[in-house]
């Protein structure tokens, strides 16, 4: 196939050719297959990326196991400058990188360019962080005794991330990885990996111009074969894996075989809530958000939507207007809210779920179409009204498909809410705060972020990122998901020169 000539400049701007290697361990390489980048935005090849084997990432491996020590041995605030420093390099780019994401990802350019935001904004939080790894100071029952946490790097830490973010998702992972003292092996998306190149090629500027192992943010681009062996690894302390249920628990089974750790960001199936006392107008412009967003490509996407009956005719009929006037095209042109799907497979996949909606007794409210005539993968968000016990409703299509309920009672529409398997975002729309305490109390929304007056998606850094059952109950990004990349030791340090034993223990 032919390449696109367009984009020459974009891909020289970043480092990239026409070909380009997948692996990098300090080095380039790779002998694998050659992977050809596909825009879904009209099918044009962007490039090529020779990605990489079990065996590259084998090698891969060793050098990393040689930079763990250089690596968690650089004290923590200065491995926060190297972080800092990654910053700047990815700021310098972050247009560049933002437009490569919406033409290889296909998403819209304020999201694409926000994703990289969010990885910058990471960096900064990270390195932050750096300085702060404080662990507790805790009584000792026995006297002259001292008792204290000391936070250590963890080891290696294996990120595989899915085509929808591309760059946060690594981004989050990377940052604090590597301010907590871990070098990082990164398996992104097949689809994306162009990203993935562009992206470890900024980070590994940073490392050689500090004369670090540039495998201390190793790439190996390839199918699944290389994420099984990354998980399969037990040098690897941490996987990071984003991506599907039916993956993440097969992910989650390797690691745990071999008592390694596991952060897993699975399915969501999230919901909204609007009860008749919410301001519409908010409501209405947070569910087009979070519905047809990324073309309902994010994991925190709405899926379900719960009216309060009182308010259900009137929200629909304006949610159903604003549908129509969503622009459906080019995600890089201005004024685009809904790009293409990401491949021809998540097109069939929204025909299936149209299918299924109709076959399930189900009726389509608005949409159901493919846009053949467009060249890339461009379908209509939708709306469906079904039963909310269908088994359609029960599992996450990753497709701008939202189907609408009616409810009387909020305990009702809480009891729907967390009816389904997955558990990663929920938001409730109210101005009433008994209803407020309900939703984030113990007897309102199970998943991991409860939202009020907020969409399910664009989530803060700053907080913790994650959802509980099958969305697999890792955290990411903010608050103490520092923790689950280091490891504690719990210190007890005898300055008594006696020895008392714990629980007054006698052993004389
Ligand atoms: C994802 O969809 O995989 O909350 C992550 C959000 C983003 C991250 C989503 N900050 O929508």
Redesign the pocket.
């Known amino acids: 196939r032919k390449y696109s000539t367009t984009h020459k400049d974009l891909l020289a701007a970043l480092d990239l050719g026409e070909e380009n290697y997948g692996v990098y361990n300090g080095s380039w390489g790779g002998s694998g297959e050659v992977v050809e980048s596909i825009s879904p935005i009209d099918g044009t090849v962007l490039g090529r990326v020779r990605v990489g084997t079990t065996k590259d990432l084998a090698e891969t491996m060793e050098k990393v196991e040689e930079a763990k020590h250089v690596w968690s041995q650089l004290p923590a605030p200065q491995r926060g400058e190297i972080v800092r420093q990654m910053r700047d390099a990815l700021f310098a780019k972050r247009e560049d990188l933002g437009k490569l994401v919406s033409l290889e990802m296909g998403k819209i350019l304020p999201e694409g360019s926000g994703e990289v935001q969010?990885y910058i904004d990471m960096t900064d939080y990270a390195v932050g962080l750096s300085r702060m790894f404080s662990g507790k100071i805790l009584p000792s029952e026995r006297p002259g005794h001292f008792m204290a946490e000391q936070w250590n790097p963890l080891g290696i830490v294996g990120v595989i991330t899915?085509f929808?973010?591309p760059v946060?998702?690594y981004g989050w992972n990377s940052a604090i990885s590597l301010v907590c003292g871990n070098p990082v092996i990164w398996k992104g998306s097949p689809t994306t990996n162009l990203t993935s190149v562009a992206v470890t090629k900024l980070l590994s500027s940073v490392l050689s111009r500090n004369a670090l192992p540039g495998s201390i943010c190793s790439l190996v681009c390839g199918g699944a074969d290389v994420g099984e062996a990354i998980a399969e690894d037990s040098r690897v302390n941490l996987v990071s894996f984003?991506g599907s249920t039916a993956v993440g628990r097969r992910v989650g089974q390797i690691v745990q075989e071999r008592f390694g750790k596991c952060l897993l960001e699975l399915g969501g199936n999230n919901a909204i809530i609007v009860m008749d006392d919410a301001d519409q107008v908010l409501a209405l412009r947070s569910v087009l958000f979070a519905a047809v967003g990324t073309a309902g490509q994010?994991?925190?996407t709405t899926r379900r939507l719960f009216l309060h009956e009182a308010i259900y005719d009137e929200f629909l009929e304006k949610l159903v207007k604003a549908y129509t006037q969503v622009k459906i095209g080019n995600p890089l042109e201005a004024g685009v809210l809904c790009g293409p799907l990401h491949t021809k497979a998540a097109v069939n996949a929204y025909r299936k779920g149209i299918k299924d909606v109709l076959d399930q007794n189900g009726e389509i409210i608005f949409g159901g179409q493919v846009l053949d005539d467009l060249k890339g993968n461009y379908v209509v968000p939708t709306l469906t009204r079904i039963s909310h016990d269908a088994p359609v409703v029960q599992n996450e299509i990753f497709v701008p498909i939202l189907h609408v309920f009616k409810f009387t009672e909020l305990d009702d529409a809480i009891a729907m809410n967390n009816s389904v398997k997955q558990g990663l975002s929920s938001s409730l729309f109210t101005t009433k705060p008994e209803n407020i305490f309900k939703w984030i109390g113990p007897a309102g929304a199970d998943s991991g972020i409860v939202n009020i007056n907020v969409p399910t998606?664009?989530?803060e850094i700053g907080g913790a990122f994650g959802g509980e059952k099958e969305t697999g109950g890792g955290r990411e990004a903010g608050s103490d998901s520092w923790k689950q990349y280091m490891r504690r030791a719990t210190c007890t340090i005898n300055y008594s020169g006696i020895l008392p034993l714990a629980q007054g223990i006698k052993f004389e």
């Open positions: 969010e899915a929808n973010f946060a998702v984003t994010r994991c925190t998606n664009g989530a």
